[in-house]
């Protein structure tokens, strides 16, 4: 059956970006306008195609123009400034991201998503200010806790990041993640017993990251709980994708060393 209407033009090539496939997604986007001219979620369409598949230039062009046609529409000046960033362009993505915000200072996840694009490229101190904001809008939204303060470790403001931190973790005590950064922070700041207590408290079934799992293995070992090491060991391999060197403790052994030898 032939695509009707322009919504399902733009809901099928979506899907194709989600299912990550720009290039088919474009040709389809593309169709979509020759039937829709002028259909506003098909020129986004079009222009998220293209940022994926590298583009950066012609999505810029397509933004530029929707930013014209559609003054502070957030979710236009949100993909400008990411392909301002993909482009290494970062003072017209401040620019345009300072555009969304006065027309958007509420909405916590478009600040958050703002933030995130500037924390995703070492850009810590253009995020900052969107993450306080997205945690100002939104104050019982653990994900905005958590961006500021990932975003204030990354700007060596430890103890703001330990309490931004917290404040996730107590909003959505479930947040592995959250769990795993906020016990990074307090084991390279030399709180162990803190930082082991806060590993431990997540699930082994839980997605883990690599830096908290070094840590907990460099501060929790059960030698005589066998169960518990071939957990430990299995979870090393699943999450490092390869064995642990010699034994469960030999690799406790390297990652304890890794952390003596990392600057805290």
Excluded: N
């Excluded at 059956?1 to 033009?9: A, D, H, P, T, V």
């Excluded at 500021?148 to 959505?172: I, P, T």
């Amino acid at each position: 059956m032939s695509i009707q209407s322009s919504e399902e033009y733009e809901k099928q090539g979506l899907r194709l970006l989600q299912d990550e496939r720009p290039a088919d997604a474009l040709e389809l986007f593309e169709e979509g306008m020759r039937r829709f001219p002028g259909d506003a979620d098909l020129t986004m369409g079009t222009a998220m195609a293209h940022l994926r598949l590298g583009d950066f230039a012609r999505s810029c062009e397509i933004l530029e123009d929707l930013r014209r046609s559609q003054p502070r529409s957030g979710e236009t000046l949100q993909a400008l400034a990411e392909a301002y960033l993909s482009r290494g362009m970062t003072a017209e993505a401040v620019r345009a991201a300072q555009e969304a915000v006065e027309g958007g200072r509420d909405d916590a996840r478009l600040l958050s998503r703002l933030g995130r694009a500037f924390y995703s490229r070492r850009k810590y101190a253009e995020a900052l200010p969107l993450y306080e904001l997205a945690a100002e809008a939104s104050p019982d939204w653990s994900e905005a806790w958590f961006g500021l303060g990932a975003c204030q470790w990354a700007l060596r403001q430890s103890a703001s990041a330990e309490a931004a931190l917290r404040r996730a973790v107590e909003l959505e005590p479930k947040d592995w993640q959250a769990r795993q950064f906020l016990g990074c922070v307090l084991c390279d700041v030399g709180r162990k017993k803190e930082a082991r207590e806060m590993l431990e408290s997540v699930p082994l079934d839980a997605a883990w990251q690599k830096p908290a799992l070094e840590r907990m293995i460099a501060m929790s070992w059960w030698p005589s709980d066998a169960k518990r090491s071939a957990q430990m060991e299995a979870l090393w391999q699943k999450v490092m994708g390869h064995a642990a060197p010699r034994g469960a403790l030999d690799a406790m052994e390297e990652a304890s060393r890794r952390m003596d030898e990392s600057p805290s």
